[in-house]
């Protein structure tokens, strides 16, 4: 079964609702990962979400962070949180199976300002993250990662790289990190299809005309099993959503998967 799967940073669930309802009338994904929903579990628009014609599964959390999946399909196994650090109560990570795929749905550190704690608990989390992909190449089910890594893993995914070469998201051990689990034998679905390509984003600042001026970063990524590669068909950016009223300062990037 063909599987279009899109990840989207929406900056508020409840903010957007109006903009997620119509994309997904418009766009009609099979699932949706979810990031940065800023909202609790009860919170969470449900009942608006379902009358779109998917089943949700959230992880959320008071005003930060968050993430959820939504699916056409009925979901299983959902399993919410990182393993590796049972103290950490940031809500940032969430799994299911559907349709036979192990989908995730991350909302990845940002760690600015860099160096300090919070990007202490970036590279932690990332070196979590590549544990955890270990654990699920062993497992031999394929699977998919995606969300907001909060990473340019190159200068072509930053608009302006020498002004961003300090911080977090283009730091050069932030981008060792990310090499880390790629690494593993995982697929960037973006550059598999799209090498070379620069100019390619899915993230503008709010601030100082980023949008208009097209200056952008690509920080939202799937990355793909060895399985689920051999099945990439196609990936690409959505960025309609962002020319919105009201717009996430990110806009939905797909898959389909054969």
Sequence with gaps: MGLRIATWNVN????????????????APDV??????????????????????????VHGQKSY???????????????????????????????????????ASLYLPNGNPAPGDKFDYKLAWMARLERHARTL????????????????????????????????LC?????????????????EAFRALHPGEKGRYSFWDYQAGAWPRDEGLRIDHFLLSPQAADRLHSCDIDKGPRGREKA??????WIELD
Excluded at 86 to 102: L, V
Excluded at 141 to 167: A, E, H, K, M, Q
Aim: hydrophobic fraction near 40%; charged fraction near 20%; proline fraction near 7%.
């Design 248 to 253: 996430s300062d990110h806009t939905p990037v």
């Design 65 to 103: 962070n968050g993430v959820a999946i939504l699916s056409r399909h009925p979901m299983s196994d959902i399993s919410l949180g990182l393993p590796g650090d049972a103290a950490d109560e940031q809500a940032r990570y969430m799994e299911a199976t559907i349709a036979g795929w192990r989908l």
């Design 137 to 168: 190449l062993a497992g031999g089910v394929p699977f998919v990662l995606g969300g907001d890594f909060n990473i340019c893993p190159t200068d072509d995914d930053v608009y302006d790289p020498p002004s961003w070469r300090g911080d977090a």
């Design 171 to 187: 730091r050069p051990d932030s981008r060792a990190a990310w090499r880390a689990i790629v690494n593993l034998g995982l697929t």
């Design 12 to 27: 508020s669930v409840r903010a957007r609702l109006g903009n997620v309802l119509d994309w997904l009338g418009g766009f």
């Design 32 to 57: 949706v990962l979810l990031q940065e929903i800023k909202c609790q579990d009860h919170d969470f628009p449900r009942l608006e979400i379902e009358a779109a014609g998917y089943h949700a599964a």
